[in-house]
């Protein structure tokens, strides 16, 4: 354990490590995006985001290379930086709070331990967030009310991942929602749901929303298209190993824009590029 004195100084020393520890590694690519996203990489219009021609950088989870992923200075930092997009995961506590937490439990990010829906937001923001590698920040795990003011505060779109919290609940949906609209990032969202009867229903009460899932270019790309183009608004999600130039052409020939993930190498990157998607998401490349 340790005592304040030693803590401060931990988290002192944490907060200067975190610049030496992931920036030289985003540092390669940007002098690569410069060329790409111009010295101005804001976030589109609220109300055109879909349909514009621009190529933006999601940050997943948050801008991971410079904060702890699904904190609140994850998404400051992400406007900071520049990103057009953050992707984040949302749940619901014991206390019917909507906080940020990707995995079931409290356990890999943060001081304390047990299962988000078993915990209040007093108790699971008693708990401290840790970073990578283990180390002890002073950050707590953010509600989403906050991590959505602060996103619109710098223009940044959101990315609602369907995979996390119970989405086949009206309830849960509607407070969501709320959020979403209380805070003026509604209509500058998509909305990630890979289980089709989840989003069927989410679009009935939703209609138009943006909607989207994993889909798979290479083994998939009419089918998934078919799907998409059931809905008013949506969005063809895949990751970077599953597209290639051929079939990114075909999806964006039906008017659909592209949205690939896991573009984390240089030579994803320079893959993404040659394809024109409307969203890279990253963990690591810098704008």
Aim: proline share 3%.
């Amino acid at each position: 354990m340790y005592g304040k004195s030693d803590q401060i100084l931990k988290n002192r020393t944490w907060r200067k490590v975190k610049k030496i520890r992931f920036l030289p590694l985003a540092l390669p690519f940007m002098f690569v995006t410069s060329s790409l996203f111009g010295s101005a990489a804001s976030a589109a219009p609220n109300d055109n985001w879909l349909h514009s021609n621009k190529t933006e950088l999601s940050a997943h989870r948050g801008a991971q290379v410079a904060a702890p992923e699904n904190t609140l200075e994850s998404i400051t930092q992400a406007g900071l930086l520049g990103y057009g997009f953050v992707e984040i995961d949302v749940q619901k506590t014991k206390d019917d709070q909507y906080i940020l937490m990707h995995d079931q439990t409290v356990d890999r990010t943060t001081t304390g331990s047990g299962k988000v829906e078993n915990l209040t937001l007093q108790e699971i923001q008693s708990f401290a967030i840790e970073d990578k590698q283990g180390n002890v920040t002073n950050y707590k795990a953010p509600t989403l009310h906050e991590v959505l003011e602060e996103a619109n505060k710098y223009n940044i779109g959101i990315n609602f991942d369907g995979s996390k919290g119970d989405w086949d609940d009206k309830e849960f949906v509607d407070g969501v929602m709320e959020e979403a609209k209380e805070t003026k990032v509604l209509n500058h969202s998509f909305f990630v749901l890979s289980n089709t009867s989840i989003r069927d229903q989410f679009n009935s009460w939703y209609p138009k929303a943006t909607v989207t899932f994993l889909g798979n270019a290479l083994k998939n790309v009419d089918a998934d298209i078919k799907e998409l183009q059931k809905y008013e608004n949506a969005i063809y999600s895949t990751s970077i190993n599953n597209v290639d130039e051929e079939t990114a052409k075909k999806i964006k020939k039906t008017g659909l824009k592209l949205h690939v993930y896991s573009v984390n190498t240089a030579e994803t990157f320079e893959k993404a590029k040659k394809i024109h998607p409307r969203l890279i998401e990253t963990d690591v490349i810098v704008p």
